[in-house]
């Protein structure tokens, strides 16, 4: 029971343009939302989060928006460049709720083409 | 200067064997995770430690047990080793529970 879900396995962009990763959610409890990114070997980072208060929150050229009535964030990336090219996961958790407990998508494969 | 790190970072053994893995934090945190990465890539809590108080993931296992000796270190040990607890174990910590988790650079344990 996928609690988080990242439908795209995989995305392949073009550098200079815009990358779109999409995350739905289903547990309407959750308040607070992460985005990570993973290199091979290495563990996941963080990028960037939002609470349910907001719905946008930016930092750079990365901007993650939330529609809570759809249960749907997406990470946008903006220029997309290829140092970019990793594994990105989405999380949710309820603030609060059950110390720390992250659920984490399947991750999506972004690959940024020169 | 890592923030969070793990050792070993390849651990090959046969079923049946003990093992252990470190995780030390050198960011002051509060709050130290265990995460299991299976091989369908998915990220799963296992553990979590904040100020002495354990919260367990009920789905795991009770031979896997974590243990603190100090804020900084949050090692994991795992007995009777089965073939299903090969994966990638992920060390984690944060300030306060739930923010943004930083993460060490993986265990990979394979089970023969």
């Known amino acids: 029971d996928q609690q988080v879900k990242q439908n795209s396995p995989s995305l392949s962009v073009q550098e200079g343009r815009i990358s779109i990763l999409n995350c739905d959610y289903t547990?309407?409890?959750?308040?607070?939302f992460l985005w990570y990114k993973k290199y091979p070997a290495e563990g996941p980072t963080f990028l960037i989060s939002?609470?349910?208060?907001?719905d946008k929150n930016e930092d750079g050229r990365f901007t993650v928006f939330l529609n809570k009535s759809a249960k749907h964030l997406s990470l946008h990336i903006v220029p997309s460049q290829p140092g970019d090219s990793a594994v990105y996961f989405c999380?949710?958790?309820?603030?609060?709720?059950?110390?720390?407990?992250?659920?984490f998508g399947k991750g999506t494969k972004l690959s940024v083409k020169p | 200067d890592t923030a969070v790190s793990q050792t070993p970072k390849y651990l090959v053994t046969q079923m049946g064997n003990d093992k252990s893995i470190k995780c030390e934090q050198n960011?002051?945190?509060?709050?130290m995770y265990w995460y299991k990465q299976d091989s369908k890539k998915f990220l799963k809590i296992m553990f979590s430690?904040?100020?002495?108080?354990?919260?367990i993931n009920e789905t795991v296992p009770n031979r896997f047990s974590p243990k603190s000796p100090d804020k900084a270190h949050l090692n994991l040990h795992i007995n009777s080793l089965e073939l299903g607890d090969s994966a990638v174990y992920f060390c984690?910590?944060?300030?306060?529970?739930?923010?943004?988790?930083?993460f060490g650079p993986g265990t990979r344990l394979t089970v023969l």
């Open positions: 430690y904040n100020n002495k108080e354990l919260i």
């Open positions: 999380a949710a958790a309820r603030y609060g709720g059950s110390q720390g407990n992250l659920i």
């Open positions: 939002i609470s349910s208060i907001k």
């Open positions: 984690a910590s944060s300030q306060e529970p739930v923010l943004k988790q930083f």
């Open positions: 547990n309407s409890m959750f308040d607070y």
């Open positions: 960011l002051g945190h509060d709050t």
